[in-house]
C-alpha cells in the first residue's frame, strides 16, 4: 500500500512524513512538493519525491500515480485554495487513490461558523465527499502551537494581549496530535467516510490562556477583551493587509489576513470552537496533550520585555 503525502516540505507535511515512516516502510511512501530540492534528504532515505503544483492540475495525476492512500494537508491560500484542492482530489481519483485524508477545521460543516476560514475547508470537503474516493475528515480545532510560538509572544512584545474572542473557549490540540491523527487513519483500516474532531484535552478561553502563559513563564501576561473593530485597528498597526492577496504581479502573496482573523476570534466568540473529543486518544492509543505543555516548552523564547 503506497500512501501520498501533499505539500509534503511543509511543517505538517514534514512531520506526518516522519510520523508516517514510524509505521511504513520508505518505499512505500510518495511526497509530492512544488519543490523536490526541499526533499532530498528525504530521498536519500528510500522515500519517492514527485513535483506537484495543484495549480497546474495537468501534472497531478502523474505525481499521484501508483497511491493509494493520500494526506491532502490543506494549503495556506485563504480564499483561493478550493480550486487548487479541488484540482488535486479529481487527480488523485483519476490516478486510481482510493481514499483521501484531509486537514479540515473544526465547525467547518456548520453552516452559521462566521469564520471565513471555514467556507474555505467546507467547499473541500463537499468536494471530497462527492469525489468516488472514501475520504476522512479530520477536523483540527486550533493548534496551541499557534499560542505558543505566535500569539504569546506577540503579547509579550506588546506588553498586553488583545482578543476579540470574548469569553470563547476553544479545544486547543497538539499539531504533533493532529499529525499522529493523521498517520493513523492512512495506516489503519476502518477511517473510510468518517469525519473526526481532532481536539486537545480541555476548554480555554483566551483569558485563560493568557493566565497560563504567566503562570509557565513567571511573568504576568495583561489581557483585555477587545471589539471586532478594535481588533482590526490592532491588525492594522501590525501592517496586517484586511483582504488576502494573491496577486504575484503586486508582489509575493499574502496568504493571510486581518478579515480572517478577526472572523476567526468572532467565531470563537460565538461558540464555534467550543468543541472536545476522544479521537486523539482513540485514534493513537495516548492522551491528548494539554496546553500548558505546550506552553512551558515554548517559555524560555518568550520576549522578557515590551519591545
Known sequence: MAIIVSGASGGFGRAAT?????????????????????????????????RADFDEPASLIEAFRGGDRMLLISTARVGTRVGQHRNAIQAAVAAGVRQIAYTSIISADEEANPAIVKRDHRATERDLMASGAEWTILRDNQYGDAMADAAIPVAYSAGIW????????????ARADCVACAAAVLTQEGHGNVAYDVTGPELLSFR??????????GRPLPFRNVSDEEMFAVFDSFGVPRE??????????IPWCSNDMVTFGQAIREGYMAKLSDTVE????????????LLAAAAPRWPQSPA
Open 18 to 50: 516522519e510520523a508516517l515512516l514510524a509505521k511504513v516502510a520508505a518505499e512505500d511512501l510518495i511526497l509530492t512538493t512544488r519543490d523536490p530540492s526541499k526533499l532530498a534528504n528525504l530521498a536519500e532515505r528510500g522515500v519517492t519525491i514527485r
Open 162 to 173: 488583545r482578543s476579540n474572542e470574548g469569553d470563547g473557549q476553544v479545544g486547543f490540540v
Open 208 to 217: 485563560d490562556v493568557a493566565q497560563l502563559a504567566g503562570e509557565v513563564s
Open 244 to 253: 488576502a492577496s494573491d496577486d504575484p504581479v503586486a508582489g509575493a502573496a
Open 282 to 293: 482513540r485514534l493513537t492509543g495516548r492522551p491528548a496533550t494539554p496546553l500548558r505543555t
